[in-house]
Structures are given as C-alpha cells and as structure tokens.
C-alpha cells in the first residue's frame, strides 16, 4: 500500500471502520437477537417505510431476491458513506466520529422501534459504533516524523488489519446470527398423523407445466422478515386475546394434540401480477381454527381476527370467514414437513380465499380478536383494501412467452384459481379467434387450483395465446387490467411466440 495516495488510503481507512462496526455489531447481536443488528433494524424500517410503488418495483424487479438488493444497497450507501467519511476525517478527524454516532444512534433508534424490541436491542448499533470509533482513533495517527503534509496520517497496515479482523469478527456474528439452531429443532419435530385426511387431488401430466403441488423448496415466498424470525417448539406459545370470553394460551404441543386435520389449500399473494407465479398450493397440517375460536368465545361485535407474527407482523381476517365453515387452519405442517422456517415454522395460519395478506400470518404468536374498525393491520394501514377476497385467475404455462414451437398440434397448459369458488371452466383463444374449451384436471373442491391444458393446431407465424376462467358461481374471469394495489390484480394472461 505504500504507493497508495493519502486519499484512497483515507477513503480505505473509513471503510475499514464502517466494516468493523457493522461486524463487530453482528457479533454482539448475536447475544441479543438477530433482528437487533444495525443493517437488519436499518432495513426494516426501510422495508416499513418504503412507499408502495418502490415496493412493487423492488418485488417485479428483485422478485424473491428483493431481500438480498435492499442488504446490498444498505451495504454499498454505507460503503461510499464511509469512504467520504474516511476522506474528511483526515483532515477533520471529528467528521469521523460525529458519522459513527449517527450510524450507531440510528443502528440504536431503529431496532428499539422493532415491534418485537426489547432495551438491550439498542446495545449492538452501540457496540458496533464503539468498536468503529476505536478503530478510527488507531488508524488516523498525528504525523509524528514532522513533515508538513496536511491531515493526518493513515496507518496502512492497520487498515488491513482492521479489514482482516472485521472479515473474521463479521463471519462470526453472522453464523451465530444464523439459523442452524432451529433448522435442527425444525428436524427434531416430530408431527402426529393427521385424525381427518382431506381428499388429495390429481395432476396433468405435461412438460412445463407448474405441479398440482408445489415442493416446499419451490413455493413462493412473500414476507417482509429481513431477518427470520426466532421461534423454538420448545419455547412456543399461541395466545388467544382480544375481545374474547375466555383468553387462551397454547404451546406448540398443545396444538399437535388437539387433533390435526390436513388439507390442500392454494395460497397467493395479492401482489401476483396477471401471468405471475406468486401463488402455491401445498397439503397444509393443521388445528381447524373455528374450534379455537369457539373455545376461546369472540364477544358480539369482534368482527376481525388480528393474527401478529414473532415480529410483529399482522393481518386482519374476518371473524366469519374464520367461523364460515371453510378450512382456515392454524397451520403447522407443509407437505408432511413441519413448516419450512420460511414458511413460519413452527406456526402460521391458512385461510382458503383470501389473499395471504390479510390471511396468512407466519410465525404466528397472537390472535387477537378485534373489530375492524378499531385495527388495521400492516397492509391496510398502508391503504390495501382491508377486505380481500382471491380473484380468478388463469395463466399459461407453457409454452413460455415468445418460445418458438413447431407448426402443427402443440400443447398448452396452465393454472387457474378462485379459491372458495373453485374453477368451472378454462377457455383459449389464438390471435383473437373464438374460444375454445381447456381440459380441465380432476377436482377436490373449491380451495385448490386447477391444472388445463388444451392442444392447439399453431399455424406458422408469430401467434398469441389468451386464457380466461370461469369460477364456480359462473363468473367469467374480468378482462379488465387492473394492477395488483389495492386489492388485486387483474385481466387475461396472454403470451407472443413463433409457430414455424
Ligand atoms: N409474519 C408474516 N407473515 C406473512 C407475511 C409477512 O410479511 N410476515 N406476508 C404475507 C403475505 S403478503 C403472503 S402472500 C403470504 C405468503 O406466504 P409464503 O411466503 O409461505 O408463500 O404470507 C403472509 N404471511
Ligand atoms: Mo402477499
């Protein structure tokens, strides 16, 4: 580094401290919660904060990995920060330590705001700013050989050293910030055979086609958990609160013997764009929650069930849809899997029909009974409709937008759903041509979606394929395009490709 100029070893110097704050944070978060670290509490707060278009943006753009874009832009705004920060202090070493307290301040004030925080969430941002303005104070020395040079001197080797012992403090914290812990409670469970087995549908078979069932490994993922949150079998409780007769407080075996029902249910997430693949369908284990709810004895007038997560998280479902006689579960199995960690483990709620939004809690903790009108859960209060019902929705699988097939039969296939209302017919039309009638796959009931396929006779050129459904009640599917916010999105899919 000896021929590095002053300032490139300044702006090294600065990133040099950031690293080691924001490891030596990680590290202490470590004994505190994992959601207690600075950049996970900084970027929950942005994930709280952001306004809806943003978030649409970073979820079509990042789709899953939307997660991973927001570490990596709080990682690079810290970076260039500390960089300049580097560069001024060593001229002005006091910028240095007034941007460290900002941070570690900042670090401290958004994790104390978590909802699940606790006092000593505060105590990593601190450590970790503590650490950064130690380091800080060992690399920008006074010039002790008496030359003129102005600023302070950088002390290259510390830098390294700095890095190095950043990189190795950083690895620490995070591994013990990691999950390995419960992936191995997740392991130890142990789930009880079903009491009542639900029917089990049937798939097409046809390449390129999305599965009757979705693998845990492949099903969508949608949640604002920055950091998974930490919930263990052993430590695990349910409480049943609010405007209730009788408060309950279950534990994670209290569930597994109260007698589980499995059921195939689709779930999707109200942000699914037209064509969009945010949506699965799983064999859920789980207590039926209108037994829960009966126990517990809502007061006249709590016309919303308020479910909160570990993190404090929540939706608001309606107490009838709850009590209707569908199959809203509090959910503690997927697929014969207790729940990947992903996915809530140990316990997340299941409601046929509604969006997951104001449905599908994971890392369920609380249900709450309430009335809508006095609570609005994390969506509504950031203007999604309170009320939402799934839309019918269709959508072509294969073949894919703008592939090039053969001339001649070709098969297309697809799924459509209207959860509660179930799919009554699948229709294609090519270029704008008359309709034509999908094969549909064997049905369950309402609640799951429904595979089609139809075989098309593609004359050459470039061609276009719509699709539209027919629900239960003899809805046809809208054509209207309307866009995921407030409520839903909708319209046919409808896809360009080749034929030669
Ligand atoms: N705790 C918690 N639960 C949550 C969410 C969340 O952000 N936090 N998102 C909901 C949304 S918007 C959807 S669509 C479903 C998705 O469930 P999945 O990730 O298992 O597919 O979870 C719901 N449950
Ligand atoms: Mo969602």
Redesign the pocket.
């Known amino acids: 580094m000896r021929g590095m100029r002053p300032t490139i070893a300044a702006a090294l110097a600065g990133i040099a401290c950031a690293a080691v704050a924001v490891a030596t944070a990680q590290l202490a978060a470590a004994a505190v919660d994992p959601g207690s670290a600075p950049v996970a509490a900084i970027g929950a707060a942005v994930v709280d904060a952001v306004p809806e278009p943003v978030k649409e943006f970073a979820i079509r753009t990042f789709g899953e990995y939307d997660k991973l874009a927001l570490l990596a832009g709080i990682g690079t705004v810290i970076a260039a920060l500390a960089a300049a920060t580097g560069v001024a202090a060593r001229r002005r070493p006091w910028t240095g330590y007034a941007v460290l307290a900002l941070l570690g301040g900042a670090g401290a004030a958004a994790a104390l705001a978590r909802p699940a925080a606790s006092p000593s969430w505060a105590l990593p941002s601190l450590v970790g700013a503590a650490c950064g303005a130690g380091v800080l104070a060992m690399l920008l020395r006074e010039r002790s050989d008496g030359s003129a040079a102005p600023g302070r001197a950088v002390d290259r080797r510390g830098v390294l050293i700095a890095l190095g012992g950043a990189g190795l403090a950083g690895a620490a914290g995070w591994r013990l910030t990691g999950t390995s812990d419960l992936e191995d409670a997740r392991a130890a469970v142990d789930l009880p055979a079903p009491v009542d087995v639900g029917p089990a549908g049937a798939g097409l078979d046809v390449d390129g086609l999305t599965p009757y069932l979705t693998p845990n490994a492949d ?7 920055l950091v998974l949150p930490r919930l263990l079998p052993e430590d695990y409780r349910l409480r049943i609160t609010g405007r209730v007769a009788n408060p309950m407080e279950l534990s994670y075996r209290d569930l597994l013997d109260r007698g589980l029902v499995e059921r195939e249910i689709t ?5 699914n764009e037209v064509g969009g693949n ?1 949506a ?1 369908n799983a064999r859920w284990l789980g207590v039926p929650l209108a037994g829960l709810l009966a126990e517990a004895g809502p007061e006249p007038g709590a016309d919303q069930v308020v479910s909160r ?1 570990a ?1 404090g ?1 929540t ?1 608001g479902t309606p107490t009838a849809v709850c009590t209707d006689g569908r199959d809203a579960l509090v959910a503690v199995g997927m697929n014969g899997r207790p729940l990947p960690l ?3 483990f140990p316990v ?1 709620m299941i409601v046929p029909g509604l ?3 104001v449905s ?4 369920l903790v609380e249900i709450e009974l309430s009335s809508f009108a006095d609570f609005d859960a ?2 509504v209060r950031r203007d999604w409709d309170a009320q939402a019902p799934v839309k019918t929705f269709s959508r072509i699988d294969t073949p894919k937008p703008l592939a090039t097939v053969p001339a001649g039969p070709v098969t297309v296939a697809g799924v459509a759903w209207a959860q509660r209302r179930g799919i009554a017919r699948v229709e294609v039309r090519a270029d704008g041509g008359p309709w034509n009638e999908a094969e549909l796959a064997p049905v369950i009931g309402e609640d799951t979606w429904r595979q089609w396929k139809w075989t098309w006779d593609a004359a050459p050129g470039r061609r276009t394929l719509e699709v539209r459904a027919t629900d239960g009640d003899g809805a046809v599917q809208t054509s209207e395009r309307a866009a995921p916010f407030p409520n839903g999105a909708t319209g046919w899919h409808s896809i360009v490709l080749n034929a030669e």
Not at 267 to 271: D, F
């Open positions: 099903f969508y993922r949608v949640d604002t958990a779930i999707s997430c109200v942000s945010l699965g997560s993190d998280w939706a992903e996915h809530g997340r969006y997951g939004y599908a809690t994971k890392w994390y969506w």
